[in-house]
């Protein structure tokens, strides 16, 4: 059904509308979306399926990577069609209308989405409002959220850790986990401070940030890195990471490994470059870290293949927008979990 809808409808309007449709969908029709799995049309994880990643428990393995809402307006929607958590964002100190248009591509032929946007969000001021206004309600304190951050266009790199305590300061308070995100190919020289040494203060500050905004709670924090990093600069990250005592990887965001114009690629395509990194991460890193593997999951062998690298949690994206929300309850329920995972 959906892939017919997807096919004769989804498919003739523009890539980001389209986006933009979605989450509203979403926002303001999660009741429909909650009496859908209340009735049995969305499959519900097992007991089984609860994975359990730093200090935090998950009703499941796989979640939405960041990206789709980028400014928390849908998380109860996104949680009840089968995620296991959402992580929002990226969102910067700033407010920032992003790249100019267009800005996102469908890559119909190999199922893949190519997107340039450059971090357009709300900034993180208008995001801790509304998870503030989420967390005051049962359901709200239940979801489980992380919250992705990053520097404003306009920062240099030589400022961009100021702009990573700012918006885990703002916003500590509300997220289960922090990402910072230093690895999309759309800000301009995000991806450069991925070398250890221009990491290494950021993510420094990204901590300071995080526990002054929260002092009672120590919340995870993570560092999402690029599939496109030599593997002795994955190795590094690792290593900086475990050094700075962080609590995972995200391993990976969009590739610029292709020749389809500008942007960074998601969805199949990126899937075995994406497990590649994500098997170099997880024996690096020997169980000091925990692991989030993302790129590529388009089905529940791809997301099966992912889980069973030794990674704590997954995640999708593209795979959601091409297969939709009863896919991913499908793969929640009938992915089969390592031991080690359950906690």
Not at 63 to 88: C, I
Not at 208 to 235: N, T
């Amino acid at each position: 059904m959906y892939r017919w809808f997807y096919d004769l409808v989804v498919v003739r309007v523009d890539a980001e509308l389209a986006h933009r449709l979605a989450v509203l969908g979403f926002r303001f029709g999660w009741p429909l979306v909650g009496l859908a799995r209340a009735v049995g049309l969305l499959a519900r994880p097992r007991p089984e399926s609860a994975v359990e990643a730093f200090g935090v428990r998950f009703p499941a393995p796989m979640g939405l990577a960041a990206g789709m809402d980028k400014n928390a307006e849908a998380v109860l929607g996104l949680l009840r069609a089968g995620f296991s958590h959402v992580e929002v964002g990226t969102v910067t100190p700033v407010a920032q209308p992003g790249n100019e248009k267009p800005r996102s591509w469908r890559e119909l032929d190999v199922r893949g989405i190519r997107n340039r946007m450059g971090f357009n969000n709300e900034g993180a001021e208008a995001m801790a409002r509304r998870l503030a206004w989420l967390r005051s309600s049962r359901r709200g304190r239940e979801a489980v959220i992380g919250v992705n951050i990053g520097k404003n266009k306009v920062t240099s790199a030589s400022d961009a850790a100021s702009d990573y305590f700012s918006c885990a300061q703002s916003l500590a308070a509300y997220a289960d986990y922090l990402v910072v995100n230093v690895s999309s190919p759309n800000t301009p020289g995000l991806r450069d401070l991925q070398g250890v040494e221009s990491l290494r203060p950021i993510l420094e500050a990204a901590r300071a940030g995080a526990d002054e905004g929260s002092p009672d709670s120590r919340v995870p924090l993570l560092v999402k890195i690029a599939p496109d990093l030599a593997d002795e600069d994955i190795d590094a990250a690792v290593d900086l990471a475990v050094e700075l005592g962080l609590d995972g990887i995200v391993a990976t965001n969009t590739t610029i490994a292709h020749d389809r114009g500008p942007g960074g690629l998601s969805g199949a395509p990126l899937f075995p470059r994406a497990i590649e990194v994500v098997r170099r991460v997880v024996d690096r890193a020997a169980g000091r870290l925990a692991v989030v593997g993302v790129g590529g999951i388009d089905s529940l062998e791809d997301a099966q293949a992912m889980l069973d690298t030794g990674v704590d949690l997954i995640q999708c994206y593209t795979g959601f927008v091409y297969n939709g929300p009863g896919w991913v309850s499908r793969v929640n329920r009938d992915l089969v979990v390592p031991v080690k995972a359950r906690g």
